[in-house]
């Protein structure tokens, strides 16, 4: 089993900027594509970024050029580095993993507040 742990959520101001940070409990080589989504109060789940075992990248149009993906495979971690916050990117933030066999594993989630 598969264990996904999210951190570095918090309250932040508006232009202000995250990183947050998604620990594996085994070696993402394994992992074809990593990603984050986000859930705000009443929305449904939402895409943010991926990432590939080959480094390949995709953005939601509403981050582009505000967020930035990125894994580090030695330490078995992914990242997404969050600047200029708006209040709208507000939510909560899971982690998502998925193998070689198409399997899924979420994080339990970090929380994200942009607000004055």
């Known amino acids: 089993q598969v264990q996904l742990v999210e951190s570095g959520g918090g309250l932040v101001q508006p232009g202000g900027s995250l990183r947050l940070s998604c620990a594996a409990s085994?070696?993402?080589?394994?992992?074809?594509?990593m990603g984050w989504y986000r859930q705000a109060p009443g929305k449904q789940r939402e895409l943010v970024a991926t990432i590939t075992s080959g480094g390949n990248t995709n953005n939601a149009d509403s981050v582009k050029g505000r967020f930035t993906i990125s894994r580090d495979n030695a330490k078995n971690t992914l990242y997404l580095q969050m600047n200029s916050l708006k209040p709208e990117d507000t939510a909560v933030y899971y982690c998502?993993?998925?193998?070689?066999?198409?399997?899924?594993?979420w994080g339990q989630g970090t929380q994200v507040t942009v607000s004055s």
């Open positions: 085994r070696s993402i080589f394994s992992f074809s594509t």
């Open positions: 998502n993993a998925k193998d070689v066999l198409f399997r899924g594993y």
